[in-house]
C-alpha cells in the first residue's frame, strides 16, 4: 500500500493541472535512499533540461552510482521543469527541489551540474535562480552551496566560470570521489568555503576559478565494472531513449577534425564482451528494460560486434537492440542478418557529405559508394527506413561541394524503392580542442540560405524526408563553444531578457541574444571570426591530452585535404602521451579476441502453441495517479519482466509482450478496478505468483487479483465507468459515463469534483 500523501510533494495536489506530472514525482524504480541523509555529505545532480533527457542520460547515472556507492555521500537528483511548473513554482515562490527526498536545492551542500550543450548555459541560471541560489559565485556565502560543473562543456570554462566554483574536466568517475574528503572537511566546518575551493584545486582534473592554475590536464577514468550502473533508473514518464544503456567502448581514433568528443575522450578503452553480456543479462533483470543501447563514438569500431551482438542475442533472445549512427562503411551484410531478429527500427548512417574533396578537409575516409551497398542490404531485409546525417558550412566547402550532396541524395531517391530516407542537415560548428578550433564559422543567414537551396532542390522525391538544425541555434552554440570570459555579462543579460531552453526551437529566440549582444556591447560576430594560429585561446590551459603540435598538423593537412589513418588500424599518429603511458591498445591496435565462427548461433525455440491469457485487477492511487496510462501499463509490463514471468510475444517486424489494456483512466483520477490482460506461455497459480509481482510494482500499484482467462475478454461488452466524484464540500457523487454518451471531463467541468475514483464498469 502506497504511503505517498499529497502535503509531502511542494506541489500538493495542483501538481495534477500540470503537464506530463509523472516528471516531478520521483520515486523511480532503483531510486537511492539513505537513512539519516542530514548526517551524510548531500549532492544535488542536476541536469539542466527535462526530465525525459536528463532520464536518458548515461553520464549522470554513472556519478549517480558512483556517489552513492560512498557511504558517507548521498547524491539526489533535479531536472529543470517545463513552463508550465517553473510558473506555478515562482508564483508560488516554490524553490526547486530533488526528486528523491523533495529537499531544496539550496540546503544541500553541492548542486553538480552536467552540461552538454551550449544552447543549455542560461538553463544553468534558471537552475539556480529558481534554487534560489546566487548566480555569480563571488556572491554566494558560506550558507551557500558550493556549484560544480561537469561535462563536455567543461572543457572550455571561460563561458561560466563567473557562475561556478568548481568544474570537473574529463571523466569524473574518480574524480567526483576524490571530492568528497575536502567536501566534508567544509561541510563538517573544519575549513572555510576559500580553504575547500583551494583544496579542490589540487586534485586533477579539477579546475577552480578563484586559484587558476597554468594548466589543468583532464581526467582519463578506466572502463571498470564497479563504476558502471546496473540497477538504472526506470523513468516514470517515458524518456527520449527508454531502454537500459551500456557503454562498450570509450574514446575514438578515427580523427574526424570536426569532432570535439573524437578528440578529447582519447584514448580508446574496451569494455570485454563477456563483460558487456554479464551486464546486459543483469541490468534488464534489474530494470525490465525490452530494449539495450549500446553506447560508443563509433560503435562499428568495437572489434568483437558481431560476437557480441550474437551472444546478447543468444542470452536474451525478446530483447531489442539498438545502435548509434554509424559510418557508412560500417554496414555488412553479415552484421544486418546478426541484427535481423532483434530489431528493425532502421539504420543511421553518418557520411557528413558528398564531397570527396571536402571528406579529405574533414578526414572522413570512407567511399560513398558503400551508402548504396548499406541502403540495398537493408532494404533486401525490409528494414523501414535509413537516417542519413550531413553538415553544411564545413570548413572550405563551396556550393559546388553542397551540390554534390544534393545530387546523391537524389540518385538515393530514386533507387531507394521502399525504403523510406531521411536526410538531416546540421551547420558545422568549430569547437576546441579539435584541428578545426581554429576555422571560420560560417554566418548563419548564409547557412540558413544553403538549407533553403538544399530543400528547394529536392522536394519533388516523396520517399525523402529533409529536416535541418536551426543555423542561428548553431550560431550561439559557436559563440560560447569558443567563447572568452566576457560572455558570462551576455549570458546574464539574456536570461534576464527572457532567453531559457533555448536548445528548443519552440522556446529559441535569436532576437533575444542579439538585444543581449547590443546591450552589452558586443558584436557576436566576432566570435565566430577566424583565429590565428599563434593566437592564444581562451581555454589554453585546458590539457585534454593532445598534444598542440598535432592539433595544427592536422589542420594543415585539413587545407590539403590528406587524410589520416585510424591508428588502430596503422600506427600510431602522436596525437598524445598515452603511447607512451602505456595505454595497451596504442600499442597494439583493435585486436579481434572473439571471432564469430567460433560462436555457436541459438535457435529460437519453435513457437509455443500454448498462449495462456491471465486477467490483471488493479488499483491505482497517488503517486501513481500522476501517470498517463501508457506509461502505467509500461511499468507495470517492466514489473512483471523483473519479476521473470514469461510472456507471449506478438510476430512481425518487432516483437512485444501480448498485453492488453482496459478502458484508460483520467490523468490524475484513481481507480481500484483499472484491468490488464497479459499473455503467457506458462502457466502460472495466481496466490503464488501474485505476491512475487506485487514486489516489483511501482509506488501507488496494488494488483488485487490475477485469474486465468477461459476464452479471450471482449472489451466492447464493457459499456463505460462508473466514478465517485469527491466535491468541494465533502459530498460523494456518484457518476455513471457511457460510451458514445458525455464526457467525463463534460462532467469534471460541471461539478468541478476535488477528486476522481473509478469504482466499476457498466
Known sequence: MSNFDWNDHPFGRALLTLERPGRYIGGEWNEIHKENPSSLLRIALVYPELYELGMSNLGLAIIYHVLNSHPKVYAERAYLLWLDAIEFMRRNRIPLFSLETKTPLREFDLIGISMHTELNYTNLLLTLDLANVPLKSDER????????????????????????????????????????????????????????????AKIEGVFVPRYPKDRVRRRIAPLERKFFPIKQLVPNVEAVHNRFVIEIMRGCTRGCRFCEGGMVYRPIRIRDVDEVVEIAVEGVKATGFREIGLLAFTVSDYPDLEALIVKLKNALPHIDLSLPSLPINAISKELLDILADLSKFGITLAPETASERLRGVINKNVPLDEIFTSIRIAEERNWPSVKLYFMVGLPTETEDDVNETVKLLETIARTARRIRVRASFGTFVPRPHTPFQWVEQRMPDEMESVIHMIRRKLRRYRRLRISAHDPYQSALEGVFARGDERLADVLLEAYRLGAQFDDRRETFDFSIWEQAFENIGIDWREYLRPRELDEKLPWHYVDTGLFNAFLRLEYKRSLRGEYTMDCMRSRCNGCGPWYREGYELCRTGYVQKQKLESIEIAKLEAKPTKRVQYLVVYSKMPPASALGHNDTVRLIIQGFARAGWEFSYTEGFVKRPRISAGPSLALGATSEVELLVVESVKEYEPEKILPKLQSEMPDGIRLISIERLSRPLNWSEIKGSIYLFTLSDGRKVRVEVRHGGKKLRDYIEELKPIAVHRIGYL
Open 141 to 200: 556565502s558560506k550558507g551557500d552551496p558550493l556549484v560544480m560543473l561537469g561535462g563536455p562543456c567543461a572543457l572550455n570554462p571561460e563561458p561560466l566560470k563567473r557562475f561556478v566554483d568548481f568544474f570537473v574536466l574529463g571523466e569524473a568517475e574518480q574524480a567526483v570521489l576524490e571530492i568528497v574528503d575536502p567536501l566534508l572537511a567544509w561541510k563538517n566546518r573544519e575549513i572555510t568555503r576559500d580553504e575547500v575551493l583551494a583544496e579542490l
